[in-house]
Protein backbone atom coordinates (compact mmCIF):
# COMPACT_ATOMS: atom_id res chain seq x y z
CA UNK A 1 0.00 0.00 0.00
CA UNK A 2 2.66 2.54 0.36
CA UNK A 3 4.60 1.29 -2.41
CA UNK A 4 1.38 2.65 -4.10
CA UNK A 5 0.82 5.55 -2.67
CA UNK A 6 4.47 6.66 -3.19
CA UNK A 7 3.92 5.94 -6.96
CA UNK A 8 0.46 8.11 -7.00
CA UNK A 9 2.30 11.00 -5.40
CA UNK A 10 4.94 10.60 -7.68
CA UNK A 11 2.65 11.20 -10.40
CA UNK A 12 0.62 14.00 -8.66
CA UNK A 13 3.79 16.00 -8.34
CA UNK A 14 5.01 15.01 -12.12
CA UNK A 15 1.39 16.03 -13.34
CA UNK A 16 1.69 19.25 -11.59
CA UNK A 17 5.19 19.87 -13.33
CA UNK A 18 3.34 19.57 -16.30
CA UNK A 19 0.58 21.64 -15.87
CA UNK A 20 2.26 24.56 -14.23
CA UNK A 21 5.27 24.34 -17.93
CA UNK A 22 2.44 24.08 -20.04
CA UNK A 23 0.62 27.37 -18.53
CA UNK A 24 3.90 29.21 -18.20
CA UNK A 25 5.39 28.25 -21.90
CA UNK A 26 2.21 29.50 -23.24
CA UNK A 27 1.93 32.52 -21.68
CA UNK A 28 5.84 33.64 -21.99
CA UNK A 29 7.08 31.21 -24.68
CA UNK A 30 9.79 28.32 -23.88
CA UNK A 31 12.99 31.15 -22.78
CA UNK A 32 10.67 33.37 -21.24
CA UNK A 33 10.80 31.18 -18.55
CA UNK A 34 12.98 29.22 -15.80
CA UNK A 35 12.41 25.77 -14.25
CA UNK A 36 12.65 26.98 -10.95
CA UNK A 37 9.68 29.28 -12.06
CA UNK A 38 7.75 26.11 -13.38
CA UNK A 39 8.68 24.48 -9.71
CA UNK A 40 7.43 27.26 -7.97
CA UNK A 41 3.85 27.30 -9.85
CA UNK A 42 3.95 23.63 -9.46
CA UNK A 43 4.62 24.06 -5.30
CA UNK A 44 7.72 21.41 -5.73
CA UNK A 45 11.16 21.74 -5.03
CA UNK A 46 13.57 22.83 -8.31
CA UNK A 47 15.40 19.74 -7.11
CA UNK A 48 12.14 17.69 -8.20
CA UNK A 49 12.50 18.55 -12.16
CA UNK A 50 15.54 16.48 -12.59
CA UNK A 51 14.27 13.87 -10.95
CA UNK A 52 11.23 13.47 -13.09
CA UNK A 53 12.69 15.41 -16.16
CA UNK A 54 16.16 15.17 -18.05
CA UNK A 55 16.68 19.00 -18.69
CA UNK A 56 13.94 21.83 -19.32
CA UNK A 57 14.32 21.01 -23.13
CA UNK A 58 13.07 17.30 -22.07
CA UNK A 59 9.80 19.26 -19.97
CA UNK A 60 9.29 20.74 -22.41
CA UNK A 61 8.69 17.76 -25.02
CA UNK A 62 7.07 15.86 -22.34
CA UNK A 63 4.53 18.79 -22.09
CA UNK A 64 4.08 18.37 -25.93
CA UNK A 65 3.63 14.64 -26.02
CA UNK A 66 1.41 14.67 -23.27
CA UNK A 67 -1.62 15.33 -25.21
CA UNK A 68 -1.02 14.98 -28.52
CA UNK A 69 -1.78 11.31 -29.30
CA UNK A 70 -5.03 12.29 -27.37
CA UNK A 71 -5.66 14.87 -30.23
CA UNK A 72 -4.36 13.04 -33.46
CA UNK A 73 -6.37 9.88 -31.75
CA UNK A 74 -10.01 12.07 -31.51
CA UNK A 75 -9.39 13.62 -35.18
CA UNK A 76 -8.29 10.29 -36.80
CA UNK A 77 -11.20 8.79 -35.58
CA UNK A 78 -13.27 11.24 -36.87
CA UNK A 79 -12.22 11.07 -40.54
CA UNK A 80 -12.62 7.41 -40.25
CA UNK A 81 -16.12 7.92 -39.06
CA UNK A 82 -16.53 10.15 -42.18
CA UNK A 83 -15.38 8.00 -44.35
CA UNK A 84 -17.18 4.86 -43.32
CA UNK A 85 -20.36 7.18 -44.43
CA UNK A 86 -18.90 7.69 -47.72
CA UNK A 87 -18.14 4.04 -48.99
CA UNK A 88 -18.33 4.52 -52.52
CA UNK A 89 -16.77 7.89 -52.64
CA UNK A 90 -14.78 10.59 -51.05
CA UNK A 91 -16.13 12.52 -48.22
CA UNK A 92 -17.18 16.24 -48.63
CA UNK A 93 -14.36 18.77 -48.11
CA UNK A 94 -16.29 20.16 -45.77
CA UNK A 95 -16.43 16.68 -43.88
CA UNK A 96 -13.11 15.87 -43.98
CA UNK A 97 -12.09 20.13 -42.34
CA UNK A 98 -14.58 19.47 -39.93
CA UNK A 99 -13.32 16.15 -38.82
CA UNK A 100 -9.66 18.02 -38.94
CA UNK A 101 -10.93 21.00 -36.91
CA UNK A 102 -14.26 20.08 -34.43
CA UNK A 103 -12.76 17.88 -31.98
CA UNK A 104 -10.21 20.11 -30.92
CA UNK A 105 -12.65 23.04 -30.68
CA UNK A 106 -14.95 21.08 -29.17
CA UNK A 107 -12.11 20.27 -26.42
CA UNK A 108 -11.62 23.72 -25.83
CA UNK A 109 -15.75 24.34 -25.87
CA UNK A 110 -16.09 21.60 -23.13
CA UNK A 111 -13.20 21.36 -21.37
CA UNK A 112 -11.99 25.08 -21.62
CA UNK A 113 -9.56 24.96 -18.57
CA UNK A 114 -7.68 21.63 -19.03
CA UNK A 115 -7.10 22.40 -22.79
CA UNK A 116 -6.56 26.08 -22.80
CA UNK A 117 -3.08 26.51 -22.22
CA UNK A 118 -2.27 23.83 -24.65
CA UNK A 119 -3.78 25.14 -27.37
CA UNK A 120 -2.02 28.26 -26.61
CA UNK A 121 1.36 26.61 -26.93
CA UNK A 122 0.61 25.04 -30.14
CA UNK A 123 -0.58 28.73 -31.88
CA UNK A 124 2.73 29.59 -30.35
CA UNK A 125 4.79 27.34 -31.69
CA UNK A 126 3.07 27.15 -35.35
CA UNK A 127 4.02 30.32 -35.49
CA UNK A 128 7.73 30.12 -34.48
CA UNK A 129 10.39 30.14 -36.71
CA UNK A 130 12.42 28.73 -34.58
CA UNK A 131 9.85 25.81 -33.72
CA UNK A 132 7.34 25.57 -36.16
CA UNK A 133 9.07 23.80 -38.85
CA UNK A 134 10.44 20.95 -35.85
CA UNK A 135 7.80 20.54 -33.42
CA UNK A 136 4.93 20.48 -35.61
CA UNK A 137 6.40 18.47 -38.56
CA UNK A 138 7.44 15.76 -35.74
CA UNK A 139 3.93 15.54 -33.25
CA UNK A 140 1.55 16.25 -36.52
CA UNK A 141 2.80 15.47 -40.02
CA UNK A 142 1.59 11.88 -39.73
CA UNK A 143 -2.09 12.76 -38.88
CA UNK A 144 -1.53 15.63 -41.57
CA UNK A 145 -0.39 13.25 -44.52
CA UNK A 146 -3.63 11.38 -43.58
CA UNK A 147 -6.16 14.14 -44.04
CA UNK A 148 -4.72 15.92 -46.97
CA UNK A 149 -4.61 12.14 -48.63
CA UNK A 150 -8.48 12.64 -48.03
CA UNK A 151 -9.02 16.12 -49.19
CA UNK A 152 -6.32 14.80 -52.62
CA UNK A 153 -9.56 12.34 -53.06
CA UNK A 154 -12.13 14.82 -52.27
CA UNK A 155 -10.62 17.69 -54.63
CA UNK A 156 -9.02 15.08 -57.59
CA UNK A 157 -8.34 18.24 -59.64
CA UNK A 158 -6.45 20.36 -57.14
CA UNK A 159 -2.79 20.46 -57.43
CA UNK A 160 -0.16 19.87 -55.22
CA UNK A 161 0.74 23.27 -54.53
CA UNK A 162 -2.64 24.53 -54.25
CA UNK A 163 -3.40 21.54 -51.74
CA UNK A 164 -0.33 22.22 -49.40
CA UNK A 165 -1.15 26.37 -49.79
CA UNK A 166 -4.59 25.89 -48.65
CA UNK A 167 -3.69 23.28 -45.91
CA UNK A 168 -1.06 26.20 -44.69
CA UNK A 169 -4.18 28.63 -44.66
CA UNK A 170 -6.41 26.38 -42.60
CA UNK A 171 -3.66 25.79 -40.21
CA UNK A 172 -3.17 29.30 -39.68
CA UNK A 173 -6.63 29.99 -38.99
CA UNK A 174 -7.25 27.53 -36.56
CA UNK A 175 -3.90 28.56 -34.52
CA UNK A 176 -5.32 32.19 -34.21
CA UNK A 177 -8.21 30.58 -33.30
CA UNK A 178 -6.09 28.83 -30.30
CA UNK A 179 -4.84 31.74 -29.42
CA UNK A 180 -8.05 33.73 -28.29
CA UNK A 181 -6.71 37.22 -28.13
CA UNK A 182 -9.65 38.78 -28.01
CA UNK A 183 -9.08 40.70 -31.27
CA UNK A 184 -12.69 39.93 -32.91
CA UNK A 185 -14.45 40.65 -29.82
CA UNK A 186 -13.14 44.30 -30.24
CA UNK A 187 -13.61 44.17 -34.37
CA UNK A 188 -16.80 43.45 -33.64
CA UNK A 189 -18.33 45.35 -30.77
CA UNK A 190 -18.89 42.10 -29.00
CA UNK A 191 -20.89 40.72 -31.89
CA UNK A 192 -18.56 37.66 -31.83
CA UNK A 193 -16.26 36.24 -29.27
CA UNK A 194 -12.34 34.55 -30.13
CA UNK A 195 -13.75 32.09 -26.97
CA UNK A 196 -17.02 31.38 -28.69
CA UNK A 197 -15.19 28.12 -30.03
CA UNK A 198 -19.16 26.58 -30.94
CA UNK A 199 -19.50 29.50 -33.41
CA UNK A 200 -16.26 29.24 -35.17
CA UNK A 201 -16.80 25.37 -35.17
CA UNK A 202 -19.72 26.14 -36.91
CA UNK A 203 -18.33 27.85 -38.91
CA UNK A 204 -15.03 27.08 -40.16
CA UNK A 205 -15.20 24.09 -42.48
CA UNK A 206 -17.63 26.05 -44.70
CA UNK A 207 -15.82 28.89 -44.97
CA UNK A 208 -12.32 26.82 -45.65
CA UNK A 209 -13.58 23.98 -47.88
CA UNK A 210 -14.93 27.29 -50.02
CA UNK A 211 -10.85 28.28 -50.18
CA UNK A 212 -9.99 25.40 -51.18
CA UNK A 213 -11.95 24.79 -53.61
CA UNK A 214 -11.20 28.47 -54.70
CA UNK A 215 -7.82 27.18 -55.80
CA UNK A 216 -8.93 23.77 -56.65
CA UNK A 217 -11.03 24.93 -59.96
CA UNK A 218 -8.88 28.52 -60.67
CA UNK A 219 -7.75 28.54 -63.90
Known sequence: MAVRQK???????RNRIL????????????EGVSVRQIMRQAGADVSLAYYHF????????????????????????????VERRHPDDAPTVEEIIGAFTSPLLDLLA???EDWTHYFQLIAQINSSPEWGGELMTRYFDPLVSRFIEAL?????????ADLYWSYHFLSGALTLT?????????LSGGICRSSDM?????????????GFRALASRD
Do not use: C, W
Open 7 to 13: AEQRQQT
Open 19 to 30: DAAEELFAQRGY
Open 54 to 81: KSKRDLFDQVMLRRVETLNDLRLQALEA
Open 110 to 112: TEH
Open 152 to 160: RKALPDVSE
Open 178 to 186: FAETGRIDN
Open 198 to 210: RAISKRMPHFLAA
